[in-house]
């Protein structure tokens, strides 16, 4: 059985530029955890990421860009590459912000609503573009979690198979910022039947969920793939160390 290497994804959600973490994607029950969006994301890469995983909150609720200045600021205090979503939904803001350094864009809203977007940024930027599904018990949500639509998740992947995606980012809403565990059950089901690798999301509280979570990507057909995890409060809260995760992982 192949030892699977997992990516950890530290997350850094942006509002009104401060690093903050929502319960269950509310804007109005968020913990701020720094005002300074660069200096901890010099701590994550400090501690070994390879990774780091953004969130422009103000921007998927307003539909463009708000908290550009934290970004920057996070782009100028690291080397390692950065993936980024929220508020991105036409062509020029995917250009501008690979244009600007962040390595590969997040797109979500935008997924569906507007698949042709999806298919036309994967064929302009291999490698560079990754599709956001954000679920509320199995229905894709849109607008910053404001609105959910009536497509499955699985149906909005599978519109992308053959588009050149370079990972699925897959959330569970409801149990983002919450503490509960991972919802590995429907992640893997998602895995199962797509090929595009797939980044868990929302939920994490301990090793153990790291540990769960590596064990089904290490039991996993070779068709399928869980790239990696990210994780935000419970490495805020001290709830998970660091440097146990990403021995435990790989990376």
């Known amino acids: 059985m192949p030892d699977r290497r997992l990516t950890l994804y530290p997350a850094i959600d942006l509002k009104d530029g401060a690093c903050v973490r929502l319960r269950r994607g509310v804007m109005t029950d968020a913990t701020v955890y720094s005002d300074d969006p660069g200096a901890q994301a010099r701590v994550w890469e400090a501690a070994g990421c390879r990774w780091l995983h953004v969130v422009d909150l103000d921007g998927a609720f307003a539909g463009h860009a708000v908290n550009a200045e934290a970004v920057g600021a996070i782009l100028a205090a690291v080397r390692i590459p950065v993936q980024l979503g929220g508020g991105i939904r036409d062509h020029a803001g995917i250009e501008r912000w690979l244009a600007t350094g962040i390595s590969r864009v997040i797109l979500g809203s935008v997924a569906a609503k507007s698949p042709a977007l999806v298919r036309e940024a994967c064929r302009a930027h291999p490698g560079r573009i990754a599709v956001g599904i954000d679920a509320r018990e199995g229905w894709v949500a849109t607008e910053g979690w404001a609105e959910t639509s009536s497509m499955r998740a699985l149906d909005l992947a599978l519109r992308f198979e053959d588009a050149g995606t370079a990972a699925i980012i897959y959330t569970d809403i409801g149990r983002d910022g919450m503490l509960s565990g991972l919802n590995l059950e429907q992640t893997l089901d998602l895995a199962f039947q797509i090929s595009t690798p797939v ?10 969920d790291l540990a ?29 160390d660091l440097a146990a995760a990403l021995e435990l992982l790989g990376g």
């Open 212 to 240: 769960a979570l590596k064990r089904a990507a290490a039991q996993a057909g070779e068709g399928t793939l869980i790239e990696g995890v990210i994780v935000g409060r419970a490495l805020y809260d001290g709830r998970i």
């Open 199 to 208: 980044i868990a999301s929302g939920g994490v509280a301990g090793l153990a």
